[in-house]
């Protein structure tokens, strides 16, 4: 998503809708075209500033330190975009298993949504 507005609840939209990539317009012609070459290899691209929005007040590290360590690379998985089946399938639990896991790191990481925590993850 490439825009004008720094602004963490449209970045949050875009989310929702599936970009992996948010820059603004302004960006230079080396950043955009290292993040094309990040999105083609599967990855994920996010300007600073709006990351700095939407963690305002937050302490990732500590937040994250509060997963378990089974916890932690269920995290990296849905931070990888794997469903519940997905993540279930790749470290041999239950999808119901995985449902659990997932509520409690919402849970812990103070959040509804698992974009919320994909981002504290990518941070």
Known sequence: MLTTFDNSELFMQGLQAGVNGFLLKD???????????????GG???EPVVMKQLNKGLNESAVIDKLTDK?????KLMAGSF????IASSIFLAEGTIKNYVSTILSKLNTRDRIRAVLIALN
């Open 71 to 75: 916890e932690q690379p269920i995290l």
């Open 44 to 46: 994920f691209v996010a």
């Open 27 to 41: 960006v230079s012609l080396d950043k955009l075209v290292n993040a094309v070459k990040t999105l083609a290899d």
């Open 83 to 86: 469903s519940n089946k997905e």
